[in-house]
């Protein structure tokens, strides 16, 4: 081949490869955002290693428990990414499958007679029997099907207060919902006496964890693509408003729990990517971007991140660890007789941390 023809084939493979990283059709339709400057890890979000101690409780042949649940008798359940929920004793041993949804169990809690509530992303809210017998309480609402259901919370009044991180995206494609950056998710409740399923809030994006204050007064909710949690007012007289708790969180904000009293622990399942917070002004870059192969797209990084907040949502417990060997991408975080126990989706164990 003459260096003519070779610097013409490579012009050619040059434009054909633009074109296709400007024009060729995706399913997204992004939207604009101009994030808040990420807050460094100095001040309340001090870089530490604190969770370097966290032990592992390892679940042979499973993969990436995102939320963690434990019993009356201090068994832990875990669901896995082939749609089974595992139960192990205290110790970790004695691993055995208390049932199979045939999904992808993602968000767990006790109601008052010991059914396991589960939100599967594939299958919708369900209840499982103390015995592993699946029943579906709610797919969809006003004909409008769940595509990612991902996290709950129960009132004391056995409301269950539940997240569709996206009405558009299954969870097979989360990236997609989180580079779109349109507001998809909704945050809803469903009440088992009258199975009625009801809007609670609407247009977020990828919403996530949520979690019922001890007093009963307002609920959580973790707006991932925005970096912040909102408060839901339940009772009291702001009953229905609805206003941000804290914002600009320097990782994107997962799983949700309280701790019963006065904590609430916030799972961050990744530190915020400068490449994303460069690319969310810029939807037509997106579009771009979403065309690269999926080894050369924003992905999660390898870091353990919890914080704990107070009812005003002040950050008073800072917890992390940056090793090569930590726990990493923890999704959901526990706490249970003085230990944080974690989920992940990075992972097969789940992971213990004492507090004190």
Known sequence: MTKRKLLLFVAVGLFILIAYLLFWPVAITPGSWSPPPAPGLTGQFQQNSKLSTTERLPIAGGFAPEDVAIDSQNRIYAGLDDGRI????????????????????????????????????????????????????????????????????????????????????????????????????????????????????????????????????????????????????????KKGSTEVFIENLPGFPDGLSSNGRDLFWLALVTPRNALLDRLLPHPFLRKAVLRLPKSLQPAPTSYSFVLGLDAEGKVVENLQDGSPNCFSQIANALEHDGALYFGTIGGAAVGRYRLR
């Open 86 to 237: 595992v139960r192990m004793q205290p110790d970790g041993s004695g691993i055995e499958t208390f049932a199979d949804t045939q999904g992808r169990p993602l968000g767990f809690g006790f109601d008052a007679a010991g059914n396991l509530i589960v939100a599967d992303a594939i299958k919708g809210l369900l209840s499982v029997s103390p015995d592993g017998v699946v029943s579906v309480l709610t797919t969809a609402i006003d004909g409008s099907a769940f595509q990612c259901t991902n996290d709950l919370d129960i009132a004391a009044d056995g409301t269950i207060y539940f997240t569709d991180a996206s009405r558009k995206w299954p969870l097979t494609n989360y990236k997609a919902d989180l580079i779109e950056h349109q507001p998809n998710g909704r945050l809803l409740s469903y009440n088992p006496n009258t199975k009625t399923t009801l809007l609670v809030l609407d247009n977020l994006h990828f919403a996530n964890g949520v979690a019922v204050s001890p007093d009963q007064s307002f609920l959580l909710v973790c707006e991932t693509g925005r970096y912040r949690l909102h408060r839901v007012w339940l009772n009291g007289p």
